[in-house]
């Protein structure tokens, strides 16, 4: 308990300059484990201990500190990778109110924070985005729209909404607490803008970390973490898009609050996590005149034994512990379309979660077989069904059967037929037992490996199997859930595919075609 108390305690504070705000920390403690609202004053009181420990701590200390027992704690929204089930969640709930009331979807990339940002990132979530909901109507990058950013800090400034702020984080960490304004706040609009401009100057301005752009939402806020909250810093990083074309920042609540004001939006479903940001962000709406939007929290999804973290999972990458994002062992968007798995699958979950501020946990693998129970409804009426047997075991039949003609799929006739040539060999995987009769499924009748009778009939009780005839076969791989290949034969049908096509090998599983030279298929699921 307490190294999670801690770990929270660290995470809030970095988010707040410094200082964490212990019911914060016990309402994400008590989120992720409800059992320990038996000891709520226990609880209660270890964690007012640790915060006080950590809130003395400088922000350098507070940050190594994270990195050391939870470094997923600091990812923040932004192209730090490519997309998962985790944002199939919370962007779903989004496009799904939007096709239902004709509203506007505008996928945002935050990028205004130049740490841990993947440039591949720029062109995978919009992609991967337009897949999953189909419905994006615009792709705003933050970091393309800095000037927009900057009128809007302006404006704040000459509306007395807002200072910049030369204190030391100490200083400023000191003010906090003893609820006293900052001696910046007090100076006049002009000075303020002559500030600001000086925070532009490279050569004769202020230095990174000397100045900061902060709103004045008031030092006297019941919640430390909401007094005079930063909008704007310098960071002389280079940008992984950008370069170093910029040196002043805006920060997330500017960002999201402008983007959202110039957006036009009406409503806003957001992570609860992000309580404390909507108010922050209502405070900015306010000063500036503008109807704050109706916004809706939705609790975290965890799911156990599931790894979804972008940087981890580019480490592993890194590693050569996985070939890329399209992993088929990754939880992630790339690895699910290479499987086979329809967008429409994933938001069926999403819809039937609906909007709950609970937050929930649930094992990764339950949560795949209910994915995949969604997808098999939406695939099964459409995939074309062949022939497919491990290995190269052989039969020999003497038969009189040169062709046969079958629908590809039982039900769908819209599929077509496939032809299939037969010949007196045949790759099976079955073992074939003395004085019983077999039927190789669609083509004849056999028993002790001698012909019976071509057509069908119930009253013979012979037991189906599966079959490749030897003169229509085409070498066949299956790259598995686990990352393993599995090689065997696939009758010549299989030729006639497109890439990324979904089928089934019959009684089997359903597969993707992901390379038609090589006949390689992707394993769905059963």
């Known amino acids: 308990m307490e190294q999670d108390i801690r770990k929270y305690a660290l995470h809030n504070a970095l988010k707040f300059e410094g200082k964490a705000n212990p019911g914060s920390v016990i309402g994400q403690l008590f989120s992720n484990n409800p059992e320990l ?7 209660s009181k270890k964690v007012q201990e640790i915060v006080t420990k950590v809130n003395k ?56 924070n ?31 729209r800095m000037q927009i950013y900057y009128d809007y800090a302006r404006k704040l400034i000459e509306m007395n909404s807002c200072y910049v702020c030369t204190c030391s984080q100490e200083e400023f960490r000191e003010y906090v607490t003893k609820t006293l304004n900052c001696p910046c706040r007090s100076l006049s609009v002009k000075e303020q803008i002559e ?46 898009r950008q370069g170093m074309k910029y040196r002043v920042w805006p920060l997330m609540n500017l960002c999201v609050t402008v983007d959202d004001i110039e957006a036009g939006m009406t409503h806003i479903i957001r992570a609860k996590d992000h309580m404390d940001n909507a108010k922050r962000q209502e405070k900015i709406y306010q000063a500036l005149g503008k109807k704050f939007p109706h916004t809706y929290f939705v609790g975290r999804y965890n799911f156990e034994g599931i790894e979804i973290s972008c940087s981890k999972t580019k480490e ?20 699910l379309k290479r499987r086979g798995i329809q967008p429409e699958a994933l938001l069926r979950f999403t819809k039937e979660v609906g909007l709950s501020q609970v937050d929930k946990k649930m094992d990764g693998a339950d949560y795949f077989k209910i994915i995949y ?52 060999e045949f790759y099976i995987h079955d073992v074939i037992k003395k004085n019983e ?5 669609h083509i004849f009748n056999f028993k002790n490996n001698e012909f019976i009778s071509e057509k069908y009939d119930q009253k013979l009780g012979a037991k189906i199997i599966h079959a490749v005839p030897v003169e229509d076969a085409v070498n066949v791989q299956v790259l598995m859930d686990n990352g393993e290949i599995i090689k065997g034969k696939g009758e010549g049908a299989l030729r006639d595919l497109k890439e990324g096509e979904i089928i089934q090998f019959e009684r089997q599983f ?5 390379d038609k030279k090589k006949m390689l298929f992707v394993y769905a699921h059963d």
């Not at 600091?74 to 709930?93: D, Q, W």
């Not at 074309?384 to 190269?392: H, I, L, M, Q």
């Not at 359903?510 to 992901?514: E, G, I, M, Q, T």
Request: with cysteine; glycine share 6%.
């Open 37 to 43: 609202k038996k000891k709520a004053g226990e609880v």
């Open 437 to 441: 009769i077999y039927r190789f499924m």
């Open 373 to 424: 129970s969604y997808n098999r409804e939406i695939i099964d009426p459409i995939a074309k069904r062949f022939f497919f047997v491990k290995g190269n075991c052989k039969i020999k039949i003497e038969n009189e059967v040169k062709k046969i003609e079958v629908p590809l799929h039982p039900e769908n006739k819209k599929l077509g037929m496939k032809k299939i040539k037969i010949g007196k």
């Open 510 to 514: 359903f597969a993707r075609l992901d």
């Open 195 to 240: 500030r600001w401009e000086r925070m532009f100057d490279k050569k004769k301005g202020f230095k990174e970390g000397e100045a900061v752009l902060r709103f004045k939402s008031g030092m006297q806020d019941n919640n430390p973490a909401m007094r005079d909250f930063p909008l704007v810093r310098i960071n002389d990083s280079k940008h992984p």
């Open 57 to 112: 701590m400088s922000l350098e200390e507070q940050k190594k500190e994270l990195k050391k027992i939870a470094p997923e704690l600091l990812e923040e929204k932004k192209p730090s990778g490519p997309m998962h089930i985790g944002h199939a969640m919370t962007g779903g709930l989004t496009s799904l109110y939007c096709k239902k009331y004709n509203g506007k979807f505008i996928l945002r990339i935050e990028d205004t």
């Open 114 to 144: 130049s740490d841990n940002i993947d440039l591949d990132a720029y062109k995978m979530i919009p992609e991967e985005a337009e897949w999953i909901f189909g419905n994006v109507s615009e792709v705003w990058i933050q970091s393309d």
């Open 316 to 335: 592993k990458i890194k590693k050569g512990e996985f070939k890329g994002w399209d992993d088929v062992r990754l939880p992630f968007l790339a690895a």
